[in-house]
């Protein structure tokens, strides 16, 4: 296991940048996931610590060993890809001891080794068959499977989970982070999927546009996003932002949108600095929200516009006139049932507040 | 169920027709007729010319004579200078050099890789008597390109169409046709997924063992194919007659040219034409295996 550090990495594709400048560094030991929406450079970031793309500019580290030029058999490192990248040809066998082949080994010990891993991943009975025998599932196993036959410095994944079905998603996510908690191996790990992300690293990497936008344990992105962009792309639903006009009166924060009734925030002194700006963006996550009781304050009000229930939680959309819609997620398996207008209600202490460039604005007393 | 027709049955014969004729006057008609010339004495002149004899399988014993198979000139030579012929300049020299050009080509950048294939494909695509004649220019001995570049690196000159003819002609045709192999193979490589040799190379793979172990393996059909086709080319291949015209003495007559020889200087029609079916009967036993081998199912696993 070994540590990954990119110094002022770059990548362009022709006239297209793909990464202008990106820094990180992840110690030995973590796993990391790069988040972000198609092209946002997440993948190539992994291809270049994997050495299938040379960056235009800068260094990148694998313990602390510069390798940017180095070919990828002599990095050390492995990789599950999102096609699973089993040979055809082989049997499951031969596929998951491929590595240790090239590496010379013979052929009973290689085949035990794999027999071995394959154990742990419950496909060892399936050693003779062929991949296009085998479940998608199955196939998954086996990629990482060939992954983890040897030893590696860094454990590499490109989207892996997601050419499977929602429910082996969910259980080979859940294998993933016993695996994780097992090993304790170092790992870096690409996926446009939140939850997954989420749910697997320590930290994450959320990316827009080339660049990292913030990078924290996943709790701090939940809880503390570092722009509007993260706000939207971490929680199922995303968090509920609502641009408003900003004002403090009486020593309290005033904000004025269509349907929304917010007056009596707490102030401090960056939150009344943003303030000149007049233009704020309040954001509440979905789970915050509940319907209004006559006295609350702190209120979005809308029409409805959907009212779906999941079994143990139901989603609440509403509209506000002219303006976005916002979401409530609330926690009961009973039905909701609500009139035309919708009332909608959140505690002081769950807002988060961007000022007009979209970047969150620290909280009251933080 | 109804069975859709664009035409009626009447219609479509109407327009298969002149096709048919075609076909028939002058691809069933010789064929028929070259077996039944191969069972007779006929000549381009003298008496057999207008009224030949029936004279059975002599054609063919003449040609499997033990006695004169192997002597210069004879069936025997040609037909073992072709099988020469064909395992060093199309499975060697095309296939190989084809295969080699083709797996070097997948990891130079796109630039050099096109510009690779243009030079390769030109010589593939230029007509037959044109490049006949640019490599006779090459090789002459007194002013050709070879000895020109020879003399300039200070070595003795050879009059190589006399010297070596064979050779000439291998050299000749592995550079005439590997351009099929290379084009033929790097389609195959490239309908390997990319991340297959991706995932050989963070596995720790080295070039020939990606060749070996994923690349070879998963285009076996192409390779098949391939080999069939440059071998039956190569049989039946005319060209090097530009070069040597069969020559010096029979060295590089091969069976094309032994026939057309036969035929067409000897004017011994019935003789020429039993080596015709001959010829005909051995790419019938390629073809066989080739069609054998495409419509074989991939391998399933035990």
Redesign the interface.
């Known amino acids: 296991m070994a540590s990954v550090e990119f110094q002022n990495v770059s990548k362009s594709f022709g006239a297209f940048n793909a990464l202008p400048d990106i820094s990180f560094s992840i110690a030995d030991g973590e796993f990391v996931c790069l988040l972000g929406p198609s092209g946002c450079g997440k993948t190539t970031s992994l291809r270049m610590i ?3 793309e040379t960056p235009t500019s800068g260094k990148v580290l694998i313990g602390g060993r510069d390798v940017t030029y180095l ?3 002599d ?1 050390q ?3 599950v ?3 699973y ?1 089993l ?3 082989m ?1 499951l066998a031969d596929n998951i001891a ?2 240790l ?3 010379g080994e013979a052929e009973d010990k290689r085949h035990a080794r794999a027999r071995e891993v394959a154990d742990v991943l419950k496909i060892g009975d399936l050693m ?3 991949p296009s ?1 085998i479940s998608g599932g199955q196939q998954q196993r086996t ?1 990482l499977a ?1 992954a983890l036959v ?1 030893p590696s410095q860094v454990y ?1 994944f490109d989207e892996p989970l997601s050419n499977l079905d929602a429910k082996l998603r969910l259980e080979a996510r859940g294998f993933l982070n016993h695996l994780q908690r097992d090993m304790g191996m170092t790992a870096v790990y690409v996926t446009h999927d939140q939850a997954e992300a989420m749910a697997l690293a320590t930290r994450i990497a959320v990316m827009d546009k080339g660049r990292i936008v913030q990078f924290a344990p996943p709790i701090e992105i939940y809880r503390r996003p570092a722009t509007t962009f993260v706000a939207n792309f971490v929680g199922n639903p995303p968090m509920n932002l609502v641009p408003a006009q900003a004002a403090i009166i009486d020593g309290k924060l005033q904000l004025r949108a269509e349907g929304l009734d917010v007056t009596a925030l707490p102030v401090s002194d960056t939150i009344a600095r943003a303030v000149g700006a007049k233009s704020i963006t309040l954001g509440v996550r979905p789970e915050h929200l509940r319907i209004a009781r006559p006295d609350d304050s702190n209120v979005i009000t809308g029409e409805l516009f959907a009212n779906e229930n999941m079994g143990p939680e139901s989603l609440v959309t509403i509209e506000r006139k002219d303006a976005g819609r916002v979401t409530a997620r609330i926690f009961t398996d009973d039905e909701i049932r609500v009139d035309k207008t919708v009332r909608l209600s959140f505690d002081a202490e769950h807002v988060t507040l961007f000022d007009s460039t979209g970047a969150r604005i620290p909280a009251h007393g933080e | 169920m109804k069975k859709f027709s664009l035409l009626s049955t009447r219609a479509g014969a109407l327009f298969l027709a002149p096709a048919t004729a075609l076909v028939g006057v002058f691809v069933i008609i010789p064929f028929f007729w070259v077996i039944f010339v191969s069972f007779t004495n006929r000549t381009l002149l003298g008496r057999t010319a207008l009224d030949p004899d029936f004279v059975g399988l002599q054609n063919y014993f003449a040609l499997f004579n033990p006695a004169t198979f192997f002597a210069r000139g004879q069936f025997g030579f040609s037909l073992i200078l072709t099988i020469q012929f064909v395992l060093l300049s199309a499975l060697i020299g095309q296939a190989l050099l084809g295969l080699i050009l083709s797996w070097l080509s997948q990891t130079v950048s796109p630039s050099i890789k096109s510009f690779l294939q243009t030079t390769v494909i030109a010589a593939w695509i230029l007509p037959e008597v044109v490049i006949g004649f640019a490599w006779f220019a090459f090789l002459d001995y007194d002013n050709g390109t070879l000895n020109m570049i020879m003399r300039g690196l200070g070595l003795p000159p050879g009059d190589w169409l006399l010297q070596q003819p064979f050779w000439v002609i291998v050299f000749f045709n592995t550079w005439r046709g590997a351009a099929f192999s290379m084009m033929l193979f790097n389609s195959a490589f490239q309908s390997i ?1 990319p ?2 040799f ?9 070039s020939w ?1 990606k060749l070996r ?2 690349a070879l ?2 285009i076996r059909g192409h390779v098949v194919t391939d080999l069939i086709l440059i071998t039956m080319w190569t049989f039946n291949v005319f060209t090097p007659f530009l070069l040597t015209n069969g020559g010096p003495s029979y060295r590089t007559e091969l069976l094309s040219i032994y026939t057309y020889r036969i035929a067409f200087k000897d004017f011994e029609f019935g003789k020429g034409a039993a080596v015709g079916v001959v010829i005909m009967l051995i790419n019938l036993a390629f073809a066989l295996v080739y069609l054998r081998l495409a419509h074989k199912k991939p ?1 399933e ?2």
């Open positions: 994997a050495g299938l070919h990828p058999k990095r490192i492995s990789m890809f999102q096609d990248a040979y055809p040809h049997n491929y590595p082949k090239v590496r003779k068959r062929l025998q990629s060939r040897y590499l | 997924p991340s297959y991706q995932a050989a190379d963070v596995a720790g793979a080295t063992q172990d994923i393996p998963l391998v696993a035990e």
